[in-house]
């Protein structure tokens, strides 16, 4: 498809266990985010990569969570020892290259984390 | 640090009338500016970007957007809503440094339209 592809749709796992999420961008999108939206906190920036780097990890929001990407192009993000407060809609973004930050994003379906 | 305001958490629309949703933005300098429109259980949607140039923007589904730089604010409009336009709509602020800060949020504002 042309679009950004996130697997899986729905996931619900219990507290303790850890999750996959992985995310497909745009073909020749060079940019890749991580955003987690929360009904308590909204719309929050996790990681970007560009290419298959990540220059700044401080916005995850704990060392249980960790994101790669390889190829240039598919990337997970990964919870370990997920906790009740990890429930949310994870939602992966991609842009097309640029010299600065004016290239607008292009998000996927989320995956939606239920942690029991 | 960047920041976005969407004052209205729920806003109610006859199908028809006009819309207008606002934002006001903190930022050091020339923003890059967004909005997005998220349908339950979907993705955001692009509709529509302030980089620079002319401050009256064209989107898609019919809403533009004006970038007032004296008021720091970035109001979506409609001149007449339909009942699909019922979503919730983000307004978002991209830092001109590059993409690695991500886009800033504002907490939405949630459409409902009344037939």
């Known amino acids: 498809g042309a679009g950004v592809s996130q697997s899986p749709s729905n996931k619900v796992t219990e507290k303790g266990k850890d999750v996959e999420l992985r995310c497909d961008p745009i073909?020749?999108?060079?940019?890749l985010y991580w955003y987690r939206q929360s009904l308590g906190q909204g719309l929050e920036f996790l990681i970007y990569?560009?290419?298959?780097?990540?220059?700044?990890k401080s916005g995850l929001p704990s060392d249980r969570f960790s994101a790669e990407r390889t190829g240039g192009s598919v990337s997970t993000l990964t919870i370990q020892r997920t906790q009740q407060e990890d429930s949310a809609v994870y939602l992966c973004?991609?842009?097309?290259?640029?010299?600065?930050?004016?290239?607008?994003?292009?998000f996927g379906d989320g995956t939606r984390l239920s942690i029991l | 640090a960047q920041s976005v305001t969407q004052p209205d958490i729920h806003i109610t629309v006859s199908e028809g009338a006009s819309l207008e949703l606002r934002c006001n933005y903190s930022?050091?300098?020339?923003?890059?500016l967004f909005w997005y429109v998220q349908s339950p259980g979907q993705g955001l949607q692009l509709l529509l970007k302030y980089f620079s140039g002319d401050t009256l923007v064209q989107g898609i589904k019919g809403f533009e957007a004006e970038f007032k730089r004296s008021q720091s604010s970035f109001n979506l409009r409609k001149p007449s809503v339909h009942w699909s336009d019922a979503a919730e709509y983000f307004c978002a602020v991209g830092s001109s440094g590059g993409g690695a800060d991500g886009l800033t949020f504002g907490k939405g504002t949630h459409l409902i339209i009344q037939p």
């Open positions: 990569f560009q290419g298959n780097s990540a220059p700044d």
């Open positions: 073909s020749g999108h060079t940019a």
């Open positions: 973004a991609s842009s097309s290259p640029g010299s600065r930050g004016n290239q607008p994003q292009h």
């Open positions: 930022y050091g300098a020339t923003p890059y």
